[in-house]
């Protein structure tokens, strides 16, 4: 179970930190809708993270 957790730990930081740097490439090239989306969608898998490590740690 904890192996899985990792996984999904370091999935989500691959995929955040991924969603904000083209968030901020779009930023660049004047694409602020594209941006906005991607920027959202981070932050809320940044979000997702920290429950779910709260979530591990009260277990």
Not at 14 to 32: A, D, Q
Request: net charge positive; proline share 0%.
């Amino acid at each position: 179970m904890a192996g899985q957790s990792i996984a999904g730990i370091i999935g989500i930081i691959i995929l955040s930190s991924l969603m904000l740097i083209l968030s901020f490439v779009f930023s660049e090239r004047g694409e602020g809708n594209i941006s906005l989306l991607l920027l959202f969608a981070g932050i809320i898998l940044a979000f997702i993270l920290v429950f779910d490590v709260l979530r591990s740690k009260r277990s």
